[in-house]
């Protein structure tokens, strides 16, 4: 059982379309990462949230505490926006496993975007 | 400009061998990170260091040690231990000081066995 789960694990789209991409986790947080790996394997931190709503651009995330869920969303796609996209929890309090306090990330949602 | 180093951007890894993968930040960060990246997987934690001498094994340290001599530099080395060492290989930072500051990524090291 993954405790980030992420959907779709795979999006097309067309150029101009509007995304979204989806992250649900199953125990209290206390911020949640989006995170873009590019082909290369470089990856860069877009957003870190706790609550509410960030927006940078055409990307806006947005995150319901109470339902533990959170949503990347990229407005009028272009194909530089293809990349994989990550979800990232850090567990709220005490011991997960022997990683105390770090990262628990999803498996990614691989966006391509055509012309 | 600051950032993250990680070298070589490809390694190869002969039956046996040990191998050293090289992190180095000039972001003045005290902790860093070393995750493995698998196809199909999320990244798994496999050491991390928060202050320079000490650090802490992750979800999957075995097979795998590391040194954190100075602040700048977070050398990971693969050992022959490790029987499945084929990964995509990501080094980290972040300052401390509160539990939310993001997280800068190197490039990666792409390890494969020959």
């Known amino acids: 059982k993954n405790e980030v789960e992420q959907s779709p694990q795979n999006l097309t789209a067309q150029e101009g379309e509007f995304i979204t991409i989806n992250c649900s986790y199953s125990?209290?947080?206390?911020?949640l990462h989006w995170l873009q790996q590019h082909p290369g394997g470089g990856i860069v931190s877009l957003f870190m949230?706790?609550?509410g709503k960030k927006k940078h651009g055409r990307l806006i995330a947005t995150i319901n505490i109470q339902e533990k869920h959170s949503s990347l969303h990229i407005t009028a796609s272009h194909p530089r926006d293809s990349a994989v996209y990550i979800c990232?929890?850090?567990?709220?309090?005490?011991?997960?496993?022997?990683?105390?306090?770090?990262?628990?990330f999803g498996k990614g949602t691989k966006l391509s975007v055509k012309p | 400009d600051g950032g993250i180093t990680q070298s070589p951007k490809y390694l190869f890894r002969k039956e046996g061998q040990n191998v050293t993968l090289s992190c180095e930040q000039n972001l003045n960060h005290d902790a860093m990170y070393w995750y493995r990246q698998d196809p199909g997987q999320g990244l798994r934690l496999i050491y991390y260091s928060q202050i320079v001498n000490d650090f802490q094994k992750g979800d999957i340290a075995e097979g795998y040690s590391v040194s954190r001599e100075k602040k700048e530099s977070f050398p990971l080395t693969v050992t022959s231990a490790q029987k499945n060492p084929t990964a995509f290989y990501l080094c980290?930072?972040?300052?401390?000081?509160?539990?939310?500051?993001?997280?800068?990524f190197g490039s990666g090291t792409q390890l494969s066995v020959l």
């Open positions: 125990v209290g947080i206390s911020a």
């Open positions: 990232a929890v850090r567990y709220r309090g005490g011991n997960y496993g022997g990683s105390q306090g770090n990262l628990i």
């Open positions: 980290a930072s972040r300052r401390t000081g509160t539990t939310n500051e993001k997280l800068f």
């Open positions: 949230l706790s609550s």
